[in-house]
């Protein structure tokens, strides 16, 4: 397949399966080198391998664990010093079906650490460098479950509902500086996710369960399109339109100097 040269280099975080596998997969074919990082690094350099193979890429893996520490920073270091990256793909992630009282706080603080804590990092040691050099642009993974809470795990909710925020943000921040950001909301994507999540992806409706392909494909042309946040199962875009606009008609009203009329009349009913 034809690809095309100096798009630089895109680092994909958990490209060892799923949604990660298919970014890398399409990012080679639209002409991004590559640096796929997880932990499953013998799945990493399969990968790698046909991909290097069937796109004439340069594709580098790095085994790490971004719950760890250490194994962040190494990844943090990379993206400050490699002036060749151009795209940072936040992917890595886990969830969880069980409620918060069923669930191990342990295995929750973990999925702060990989969902949160990594992306928080990742993001804002490549961002400056994009900044400087007026090009890139950073797409993070959240979930349809970041608009829904009742859905799921409240825990992995927040988690999303943080991307997605981080994102808008960092939009807001950095967006006419050259740096192109995205949120991607996937909803239920046919992938390892949901056995690791504890709930076998079999067992929900198959009408609301996109492939992996189709979701990555959907995200690629919303990047295209410039959109900042990007629901590919969303019929009609005009929806999330009304939803983040009744969002910011709100905040002239979220700071005053006094309470609502609402919490004060009628207080000296006692
Ligand atoms: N599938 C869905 O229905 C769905 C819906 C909305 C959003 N998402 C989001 O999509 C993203 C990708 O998930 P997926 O559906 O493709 O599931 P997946 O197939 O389980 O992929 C998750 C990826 O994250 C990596 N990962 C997990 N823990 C890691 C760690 N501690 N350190 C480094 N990498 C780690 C995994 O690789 P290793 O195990 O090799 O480390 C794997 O490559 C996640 O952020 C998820 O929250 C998924």
Redesign the pocket.
Known sequence: MATQAGKGTALV?????????VYADRLARRGYDLIL????VE??NSLADRLKTETGRHVETIG?????KA?VRRIEERLRADRGITMLVN?????ATASLIDSNVDELE?MIA??VT?LTRLTAAVVPGLVERGNGIVIN?????ALSPETLNGT?SGT?AYVLNLTQSLHHEVGGKGVQLQAV??????????D?AGLA?EHLPQQI?MT?EDMVDAALAGLDHGELVTIPSLPDAADWERFNSARQQLQPNLSHKLPAARYTSGAATA
Do not use: C, E, M, Q
């Open positions: 975080t958990g490209a060892s399966s799923g949604i990660g596998a990082v997880a932990r499953d799945r990493l790490a664990d971004l719950t760890v194994d992917n890595a992630g886990v969830g973990k990989l969902n990594a993974i959240s979930s349809i479950v992995y999303k909301l996937p909803g239920a994507t046919s992938t390892a996710f949901w690791r992806v369960v992996a």
